[in-house]
């Protein structure tokens, strides 16, 4: 009977082990099924349709045009500086003020000088009485000629000392040379200040001029009277249009450039001196080209692409609205359009916005009512 015992312990010891690896075996055999029947409805199932916006590829007439960024500068423009030196007694104008031509701004002090003219003056009245004196006894021999001659050259010299006092009295009086706006004075009255002592800055920017440079292949494709336009990041917004109105002859030997000036009118004052911005210089037109949005375009080392949209076929008969991806070749960019020189033919529909989640073959949905604006001189709003 004690023999027994471990012997029927060994045969349920078996039995459970046997139970428990039957378990686990029906259990793996389960998992498994369930695990194809996932995979199997999964591979059934269909990616919804991706919504997208979409572009129409149609001809159009294009400007052809060279880029530059210019230096703007005033039509005029000038540093008023002291011609003299002398102690300031006043200012007739505020910083950043609008003064006309001859507007007297800034009076140095002439007490002396308008002692000396009021001497000079006096000299130059007594030179012309003596010389009328002389003209009237000259016909009776009373004076002589060399006597006028004197007289003469006495008048004209008193009549030169007074006109050098007045010029003197003038350099220290301190005029607007044309009409414009002032900048930021730096004397105050009482100041005393040097010759050459700089004194306030005045500009007219009602007209303003743009300075580049373009190389030298664009020469034969530029002249005076061409129409350029320009924008600026310090006028947000607003495209100014000139004209090129002088062309430098001397081609740079460092860069083989040439300097190019553009006028450009400038009436709300918004373009400021020493500002730069960025000028196109409209070469000529071009037929026919096929441009569209830079959005739509997947740019990548291998090669740009588009999606192009079009009815597929899922493969069982049924079409479906879905997209093709292909290769394009690009040209200029002009605004929000970009040139197409292959790759797609007039009327293609291709995706403008969205093209990031695609891939070929996908179906997706047209939704134009959030289509993004596409133009070739877009306008930056000020938000």
């Known amino acids: 009977m004690a023999q027994q015992q471990p012997l029927m312990a060994s045969i349920l010891k078996s039995r459970t082990i046997w139970i428990a690896l039957a378990v686990i075996v029906g259990l793996g055999v389960t998992k498994t099924l369930q695990i194809r029947s996932a995979i199997s409805e999964h591979a059934n199932q269909k990616m919804p349709p991706q919504g997208v916006t979409s572009f129409i590829v149609t001809p159009r007439t294009v400007e052809t045009f060279a880029n530059a960024v210019a230096s703007l500068v005033p039509v005029q423009g000038a540093m008023l500086s002291a011609e003299e030196p002398g102690k300031i007694t006043k200012i007739n104008f505020e910083s950043g003020s609008l003064v006309k031509a001859g507007d007297v701004l800034v009076q140095l002090d002439t007490a002396v000088e308008e002692a000396q003219l009021k001497s000079a003056e006096a000299k130059a009245q007594l030179g012309q009485v003596n010389l009328r004196r002389i003209k009237l006894l000259r016909p009776t021999n009373a004076a002589s000629q060399s006597d006028l001659d004197a007289a003469q050259a006495q008048a004209q010299q008193a009549d030169a000392d007074a006109g050098a ?106 373009l400021r001196p020493g500002m730069f911005g960025t000028v196109n210089v409209v070469t000529g037109t071009k037929e ?13 080392p291998y090669g740009n692409s588009v999606f192009v949209i079009a009815k597929l076929d899922d493969g069982h008969g049924v079409t479906y609205d879905g997209v093709e991806q292909r290769i394009v070749q690009l040209g200029a960019t002009r605004g929000d359009l970009v040139e197409v020189i292959s790759g797609l033919k007039a009327d293609d529909k291709i995706v403008s916005s969205g093209a990031f989640k695609l891939m070929p073959k996908m179906a997706i949905v047209e939704d134009n009512s959030v289509a993004p604006g596409s133009s070739a001189e877009p306008v930056v709003q000020d938000t």
Do not use: W
């Open 165 to 270: 006092v007045r010029a003197q009295i003038a350099r220290k009086t301190i005029v607007a040379p044309f009409s414009g706006q002032t900048g930021i004075r730096t004397v105050n009255p009482g100041d005393f200040v040097m010759q050459g002592k700089e004194i306030v800055p005045l500009q007219d920017v009602a007209t303003m001029y743009g300075n580049f440079s373009l190389p030298q292949q664009m020469v034969p494709l530029v002249h005076v009277g061409q129409v350029v336009r320009l924008s600026s990041d310090g006028a947000p917004g607003e495209v100014f249009t000139g004209k090129i109105t002088a062309l430098d002859p001397q081609m740079s030997e460092a860069t083989r450039n040439f300097k190019v000036q553009a006028t450009f009118v400038n009436p709300n004052g918004k």
């Open 288 to 300: 026919n080209v096929l441009a569209i949005p830079n959005a739509a375009v997947s740019y990548a």
